[in-house]
């Protein structure tokens, strides 16, 4: 999935475009404000935002010399392009939710690199390092399960292939020095356990 423009994944062209502006605010704007972020030429804007005013899904407002627009306040699919425009936010909830399930659980869990950082296109990789619980070992027979079937799971919910870098407690030392850990502890997002400072202490 491009979680860099969503909107325009799933509907590509110029209506994709406008809908995608469109759906990152609520705040009325002119036709040619529209054309300007969306890189749609006005008369386009004018005759695209003329259907999705008579689906319904945008609401215009005239102000001579101008017409105001935005997605419509209740239209279920204006409510789904707002959705779809904080994809980045929902996975992310999806994925420390179906965390939960890992057994036994994760000293820390923490997503990294381009999806992190709202990045991700449809070619990237969902970075995760794992940080197994003291006492258990990489060969833990439910451990190795539990983690397998979230990371097949948190695939199919996100889109892209999930990367795991998985390590034990005692090896954390030892990550502090590569370049790695630098890189999880800026721009990490937390999906279970301990951040991955805290974690590191916890251990020594």
Do not use: C
């Amino acid at each position: 999935m491009d979680y860099v423009a969503p909107v325009r994944a799933l509907i590509p062209g110029a209506r994709g475009r406008i809908l995608e502006v469109l759906g990152r605010t609520q705040e009325e704007m002119t036709l040619r404000q529209l054309g300007r972020l969306s890189g749609v030429s006005v008369n386009r804007v004018t005759a695209l935002v003329g259907e999705l005013v008579a689906l319904g899904i945008v609401a215009r407002r005239d102000v001579p010399p101008v017409s105001l627009v935005r997605l419509s306040a209740d239209n279920a699919v204006a409510e789904m392009v707002r959705e779809l425009g904080g994809l980045h936010r929902l996975v992310l909830a999806r994925l420390k939710e179906l965390a939960k399930g890992i057994s036994p659980a994760p000293a820390s869990l923490v997503v990294f690199g381009s999806f992190a950082r709202g990045l991700a296109s449809t070619d990237s990789d969902i970075d995760v390092l794992v940080v197994r619980g003291r006492g258990v070992r990489l060969d833990h027979d439910q451990w190795t399960e539990s983690l397998g079937a979230w990371s097949d799971r948190a695939g199919r919910i996100s889109g892209n292939r999930i990367a795991l870098v998985e390590v034990g407690t005692d090896e954390l030392p030892g990550l502090r020095r590569r370049p790695l850990w630098k890189s999880v502890v800026q721009e990490g997002i937390l999906l279970a356990g301990k951040p991955l400072e805290e974690a590191a202490r916890a251990s020594a």
